[in-house]
């Protein structure tokens, strides 16, 4: 019922949640990560790719023991900043999962409101 008809608008959403998603992870990476190979801020100048209401986008694998406060040998690291958990959760869960709520929320309302009327 409610899929059919806004796909194309969860879509933007998803489309619109990943560039900001992105685009603060760039900043974080040219500011904190810049003298590295380069390999990071490639992957976040990319846009995410949505179809059929999944997001890709593609990272290094090593962006995740970017978000560790300790490195391989216990020590804590000289440069650290959260750039994937912490973003990724924020914008991706917290996000989307608020304005999903408040138009769903608002749509089945309205639908279970007319369902109401016509009887």
């Given at each position: 019922m409610l899929t059919e008809n806004y796909t194309h608008i969860l879509n933007g959403l998803l489309m619109e949640q990943g560039q900001q998603l992105l685009a603060t992870q760039k900043m974080i990476g040219t500011v904190y990560y810049i003298n590295r190979t380069g390999t990071l801020l490639d992957s976040l100048g990319?846009?995410?790719t949505v179809t059929n209401l999944k997001m890709t986008i593609r990272y290094p694998?090593?962006?995740?023991?970017?978000?560790?406060?300790?490195?391989t040998g216990g020590k804590k690291k000289k440069y650290y900043?959260?750039?994937?958990n912490k973003y990724v959760y924020g914008y991706l869960y917290g996000g989307i999962y608020r304005r999903l709520k408040a138009a769903l929320g608002g749509e089945v309302r309205r639908y279970v409101v007319s369902q109401l009327n016509t009887e």
């Open positions: 990319q846009k995410p694998l090593y962006i995740r023991f970017l978000d560790m406060k300790k490195g900043e959260p750039i994937y």
